[in-house]
C-alpha cells in the first residue's frame, strides 16, 4: 500500500502547499496587474 508509506504523504503534503502558495501568488499577481 502506497499509502501506508510516510514519504508519499510527506510528498503528497509538499505539492499540495506549493499549489496553494503558487495559486495565492498568481491572484495576487493576477489583480496587481
Given at each position: 500500500?502506497?499509502?501506508a508509506?510516510?514519504?508519499v504523504w510527506i510528498?503528497?503534503?509538499t505539492l499540495t502547499v506549493?499549489?496553494?502558495v503558487?495559486?495565492?501568488d498568481n491572484i495576487v499577481f493576477i489583480?496587481?496587474?
Amino acid at each position: 500500500m502506497l499509502l501506508a508509506d510516510p514519504n508519499v504523504w510527506i510528498a503528497f503534503g509538499t505539492l499540495t502547499v506549493m499549489e496553494i502558495v503558487l495559486g495565492i501568488d498568481n491572484i495576487v499577481f493576477i489583480s496587481v496587474l
